[in-house]
């Protein structure tokens, strides 16, 4: 009852335009009639413009009534997608399957192997029709506001799939619907090419498909120390862990420099020894040749060495 008053309704603006018709047609009959109507004339004038304004007043807001139950119609429509209908149907799940459900879903692509081709392909985990190298190509060649228009293909190539079975107009037909349902693209109009959803872009949608070469994220609660030791091992060759091995390499050829340059000076010291051992031989017995001299000087040292082993 309240809502044939409150609410826009054709009559509340039919209903003044009547009245408006007759004023105008009740005025220009007293403004013919002559004196003394053509004065009060007037009056019927200023009622036909109220309840003009009233019905122009009235019939905008039952066209933006309109709209507006038209404009949450498609919302409400576009948010019942088969994902949110899926989550809906989940609560009357057991939670382990749910989770595995949710484990199922991060997968994003297949990995097929073709072996007539001896090649290996990736398709999508959700849209088995569509491959990534036509995921590729599309982003490619779609701007920050649209994506590519269909044009651009070539009607009956098979050029993306390796099997040769799914024509290019049915994967574009088959990616630009799946990313319609996730929000991402709005519906084609006329023959300009669909546009994204804010934020949606060429860019986050690579990413989001897993086409940028970012690797991804592992959480560290919930894996097993197999996994953990793993993710341990390799962030050693990752981040920081390359500027300490650059930092232990550095030390270690420092090091090993330092060690040399010792060897080098206790044979330079060896050597002085030996050339003062034969200067001296040489003063005590000038008959020796150098020769007898070497080898009283390794008779020498191998005398020095067996007295450091009998006193270890």
Avoid at 9 to 25: E, T, Y
Avoid at 57 to 73: P, R, T, V
Avoid at 95 to 123: F, T
Wanted: hydrophobic share 45%.
């Amino acid at each position: 009852m309240f809502e044939l008053f409150n609410e826009p309704r054709n009559w509340k603006w039919m209903l003044p335009a009547a009245f408006a018709v007759l004023c105008v047609w009740w005025w220009n009959d007293w403004f013919m009639a002559g004196e003394p109507w053509r004065d009060l004339a007037i009056i019927p004038l200023c009622l036909g413009a109220i309840l003009g304004l009233s019905a122009l007043i009235n019939i905008s807001l039952y066209i933006y009534h309109h709209w507006s139950l038209m404009y949450s119609d498609v919302q409400a429509a576009r948010t019942n997608t088969p994902e949110v209908r899926m989550f809906e149907a989940a609560k009357g799940m057991h939670p382990e399957a749910v989770k595995a459900l949710l484990v199922h879903r991060r997968s994003i692509w297949r990995i097929r192997y073709v072996p007539l081709k001896d090649v290996v392909d990736w398709i999508f985990d959700e849209i088995p029709t569509v491959h990534a190298g036509f995921v590729d190509f599309v982003l490619d060649h779609s701007t920050a506001i649209s994506v590519m228009p269909k044009r651009l293909l070539s009607d009956g190539s098979r050029q993306f799939d390796s099997d040769e079975l799914v024509t290019d107009y049915q994967q574009y037909d088959d990616l630009i619907q799946f990313m319609q349902v996730k929000l991402m693209l709005t519906q084609a109009f006329g023959n300009q090419a669909p546009q994204w959803i804010p934020p949606w872009n060429p860019e986050l949608v690579r990413h989001r498909f897993g086409l940028d070469g970012a690797p991804y994220a592992v959480e560290e609660e919930g894996i097993s120390d197999a996994m953990q030791a793993v993710l341990r091992a390799q962030s050693q060759w990752k981040g920081n862990g390359l500027k300490d091995l650059g930092s232990t390499q550095q030390s270690a050829v420092s090091g090993q420099q330092s060690a040399v340059s010792g060897q080098q000076s206790a044979i330079s010291g060896q050597q002085s020894a030996v050339s003062d051992q034969r200067s001296a031989s040489h003063r005590a017995d000038p008959d020796l040749t150098d020769q007898q001299l070497d080898e009283i000087n390794n008779e020498n040292m191998a005398y020095a060495k067996l007295l450091k082993g009998d006193s270890k």
